[in-house]
């Protein structure tokens, strides 16, 4: 099994200050409804959301005109294992894998080896395991690096990513 490090590149150093300097941001998204649990806190860039997405440009600069955190409940999360089966989860951009399974893997509900089935479909469909020594390969690699693998049986493990070819020079 390997997860391999690698030296961050120019880009990934700027887009790594955006993410994690907290002064830069301008919005903020509270996740989960849980009574018993804190929500959790993801400061964010509206900028760099609405130029992703049309729904984040509406909501933060015309139709809705968000003030405050913007709340989003656990409801989308019981729906988590349909929208990992759906084409658009497979053209996501492996830069956004990491966030995808540190979010998705801390749902009780969404098991491990099921996510690292859908990674390792992720990385199939995308032919990223035609070329491991690519840059999108090894966020990929880096994004199932994040699963709990403790939370699997033996057996589970053996059959998941033991054998995966992620993590094994197959």
């Known amino acids: 099994m390997f997860c391999k ?12 200050l955006l993410q994690d300097d907290q002064h830069l941001t301008d919005c903020e998204f509270l996740v989960g409804d849980s009574p018993d ?11 760099i959301l609405a130029s992703a997405s049309e729904v984040f440009e509406r909501m933060f600069y015309s139709e809705f005109n968000v003030d405050g955190p913007v709340r989003i409940t656990e409801e989308i999360t019981k729906y988590v ?3 990992l089966s759906v084409d658009s989860f497979y053209e996501l951009n492996a830069n956004h894998l990491k966030r995808v399974v540190i979010l ?8 491990t080896k ?16 035609e070329n491991r020594e690519s840059e999108q ?14 939370k699997l049986s033996k057996a589970d493990y053996e ?12």
């Open 137 to 150: 390969f090894f966020k990929l690699v880096e994004a199932a690096c994040l699963l709990d693998f403790n």
């Open 37 to 47: 649990k804190e929500p959790q806190r993801f400061r964010c860039h509206k900028m």
């Open 81 to 83: 294992e349909t929208l």
């Open 5 to 16: 490090r690698r030296m961050p590149n120019s880009k990934e150093r700027r887009m790594r």
């Open 114 to 129: 099921f996510f690292l089935q859908k990674l390792e479909e992720y990385g199939r469909r995308n032919k990223l395991h």
């Open 104 to 111: 998705v893997s801390q749902q009780p509900h969404i098991s």
């Open 159 to 170: 059959s998941g990513p033991a054998q995966s070819y992620l993590f094994n020079k197959k």
